[in-house]
């Protein structure tokens, strides 16, 4: 509540990007795992989840793009993430595109970004990843490239920091990553990568329309029969917009969450029970979590959510998920599986 009445208003008359770099000197303070309260509170066994032989205490993780440089992991599984997501991370350092590239649209609920993968770059981040010690089980890590060759490079050398990998092929704000939108390209590449890599391999598809799912599933089916081990479902949506320099960016936030919904369903029922699905665009609270899980998916991520709710988010969710759990007297998050809507 305070998050929302006075720190949300505040930060959002500051530059984005400043913001973000506060909230990251913040959760780099020493000691800040062990100060904060969240980090002692009793998990709830009810959201805990096992994907891919991994326990996880929730299925609502931090998407991709928050912490892109690996310097705020531990602080933020702190905040009752039950995994977080580090990258993306690219070969080389990138400064991204020119700004301005990141705004709110508070009515909204919801970010334009065209950042475009500033990143310091694949030997930076590894001296970070080595001093995030004891959170192997609850990291994903998102690498991308516009080469196939880069992108082995990232799987290479980072395959001890992580159990599972998301290999970004659909940030709107890269072009060159469209080379993996045919599905010659990405069965090649997802063919490679799972013949080097022991860990579980997830492909970030982009959000698609009613009218191009055709497309779209052919894409999420051509990752599976070359190999991934799931999908994450989805990236931030294309849109133009002049406020941002380069023209054309990613919207994420609440517009999202019922094309979400949608994407999951199709997916679901286009790929059978096995691969891992994981909700990613308008997770804003538990009924958003629950109502992806009753539609097919294993877990959820989010990042919009998490800067419009603050410190508490994942907190929260995870207390009233498993408050709702027990109304509707389901005892694990399977069982919600194709239950009805909330
Ligand atoms: C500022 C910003 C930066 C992002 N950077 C990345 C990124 O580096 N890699 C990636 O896969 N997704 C990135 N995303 C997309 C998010 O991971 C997520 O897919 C998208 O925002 C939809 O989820 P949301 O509505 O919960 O934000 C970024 C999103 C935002 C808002």
């Keep these: 509540m305070l998050y929302k009445l006075l720190i949300l208003p505040i930060l959002q008359l500051i530059n984005p990007e400043v913001s973000h770099f506060l909230a990251e000197k913040l959760l780099q303070l020493p000691f800040f795992s062990y ?63 020119p700004k301005p590239r990141l705004f709110h649209i508070p009515e909204k609920y919801a970010l334009v970004n065209s950042l475009g993968f500033p990143s310091i770059g694949l030997d930076n981040v590894e001296k970070n990843l080595r001093k995030s010690k004891g959170i192997k089980k609850s990291l994903f890590l998102s690498v991308s490239g516009v080469t196939e060759d880069e992108i082995i490079s990232c799987v290479e050398r980072l395959e001890e920091y992580t159990n599972i990998f998301e290999i970004n092929v659909s940030s709107p ?11 010659s390209a990405l069965s ?45 479902i989805a990236n931030s949506m294309p849109i133009m917009n002049n406020k941002l320099a380069v023209g054309k960016g990613g919207i994420s936030g609440k517009v999202l969450t019922k094309n979400t919904q949608r994407m999951i369903a199709e997916i679901r029922s286009a790929l059978g029970s096995d691969p891992i699905i994981i909700a990613c665009g308008g997770i804003f609270d538990e ?3 629950w109502n992806c899980l009753a539609l097919g998916a294993d877990l959820c991520q989010a990042y919009t959510g998490f800067i419009y709710n603050g410190p508490f988010f994942a907190y929260t969710i995870n207390k ?23």
């Excluded at 009233?320 to 694990?332: C, F, G, T, Y």
């Design 35 to 97: 100060l904060n309260p969240i980090n002692y509170s009793k998990k709830n066994k009810i959201t805990q989840t096992n994907i891919a032989g991994l326990e996880l205490d929730s299925p609502i993780g931090l998407a991709a793009g928050y912490d892109k440089n690996c310097k705020t992991l531990k602080p933020l599984l702190s905040l009752g993430f039950g995994f977080v997501t580090g990258g993306t991370i690219t070969l080389q350092e990138r400064f991204g595109n």
């Design 173 to 183: 704000n890269t072009s060159g990553l469209r080379v993996f939108h045919n599905p």
């Design 188 to 232: 090649k590449l997802v063919e490679k990568i799972k013949s080097i890599s022991r860990n579980k391999i997830l492909i970030k598809l982009p959000p698609w329309e009613d009218k191009d799912k055709d497309e779209y599933l052919d894409l999420a089916r051509t990752s599976i029969i070359s190999g991934a081990d799931g999908l994450v």
């Design 287 to 289: 009924k958003d979590v």
């Design 320 to 342: 009233k998920l498993a408050k709702l759990m027990k109304e509707k007297n389901v005892n694990s998050l399977e069982e919600i599986k194709g239950l009805s809507l909330v």
